[in-house]
């Protein structure tokens, strides 16, 4: 899978914070009963890691990825984890020259011409706009697509169900990053139903724009 094809798998990426362990697979199960193919787990808690391990082996048709990678070292970690792609808030020379040198798929992010470009000439066409609204959001975008028709983009950071499908109107958009889907109070309560009702909802948004899967 290329990264193209990974934003083509649903309009929305999960994207999600776990401070439990036993959420891990409960919280995949409701998003693939809802819809969702893929999902990121954010290295911003200790059971990161393992909590991809863990969805891994209990679900392997859902695609499970890494987010919030900023380091070659967490990079390596996230292989090592068996994830199915990795995403970055940002890209610094290093961390794209790391994830070049791997098979695993890479999302890096940017939020600026200047940053897709230097994304670009290290051969990654297929980027994050993060944070998405603060950058510029829709207005930014369209504007982007001029100087970079070959570029497609996976908008995080600030985007939810209502404005969710702006984005997606939007050619140069394959998918869109929301931790919507996966609410702390439901992650806390354990509330199944509610993430796969919300999984539906965001499925059901559109599917991916011609070209994702280039």
Known sequence: MNPRQLLSISPVMPVVVLERLADAVPLARSLWAGGIGVLEVTLRTPVALAAVRAIRDAIPEICVGVGTVTTADELAQAIDAGAGFAVSPG???QLLEAARASALPFVPGVMSASEVMAARDAGFDTLKLFPARAAGGVALLKALA???PDVMFC???GIDLDS???YLALSNVGCVGGSWLAPAAALASGDWPAIEALARGA????????????
């Not at 499925?203 to 280039?214: D, I, Q, S, Y």
């Open 203 to 214: 499925r059901g948004l559109r599917a991916a724009p011609p070209g994702a899967t280039r």
């Open 155 to 157: 908008p995080t950071g």
């Open 146 to 148: 001029g100087p970079f």
């Open 91 to 93: 890209a610094t020379s």
């Open 164 to 166: 969710a499908p702006a």
